[in-house]
């Protein structure tokens, strides 16, 4: 550039629009990279969430001697792109649903809620928890836990004795 001439050359400016050109394109991956991560742990806290509170309203009533008042239930959702089915814990004595576990392929695929152990003192619980449909990639997870009512446990232990 001479002393007399003003302004860039276009190499300079080619350049510079290459440059700003590799910035932008990071930080527009950079972007699209955290609302992935942003979406999945979404995801898993939804299920964590409803994975806690169906663990601790189950417990409680079975240590009551009242898991028989819950069932897992199936919901049928019509939406536009058709017919969704999910599992949902539901109060039998209020008809009440409570929170939805699991979306599923078909209402046939809920499991039963419990099963009373041969102990005769504990109920093991199954829950299933996410997108259990076979044609995504999602998580399901299935978690069995095993809850022993108060009252049995004190007559077994008693007559133990």
Not at 83 to 110: F, G, K, N
Not at 115 to 137: H, K, P
Request: contains cysteine; aromatic residues 6%.
């Amino acid at each position: 550039m001479t002393s007399g001439q003003r302004g860039f050359t276009l190499v300079e400016v080619m350049v510079a629009m290459a440059i700003g050109t590799v910035i932008i394109l990071g930080a527009g991956q950079l972007f699209l990279t955290t609302f992935q991560t942003f979406r999945a742990v979404d995801a898993v806290s939804r299920k964590q969430e409803a994975l806690v509170f169906a663990v601790n309203t189950l417990t409680q009533a079975a240590r009551k001697g009242n898991i028989a008042n819950y069932t897992i239930a199936p919901d049928e959702r019509r939406t536009d792109g058709g017919t969704r089915h999910y599992c949902v814990l539901q109060d039998e004595r209020q008809h009440q649903p409570l929170v939805d576990l699991a979306q599923v392929d078909s209402a046939a695929e809920c499991p039963a809620l419990y099963e009373a152990n041969a102990d005769g003192v504990s109920t093991s619980v199954t829950l299933l928890v996410g997108d259990c449909r076979e044609s995504t990639n999602a998580t399901c997870d299935q978690f069995t836990l095993t809850v022993s009512e108060r009252d049995r446990v004190a007559a077994f232990l008693e007559a133990r004795s």
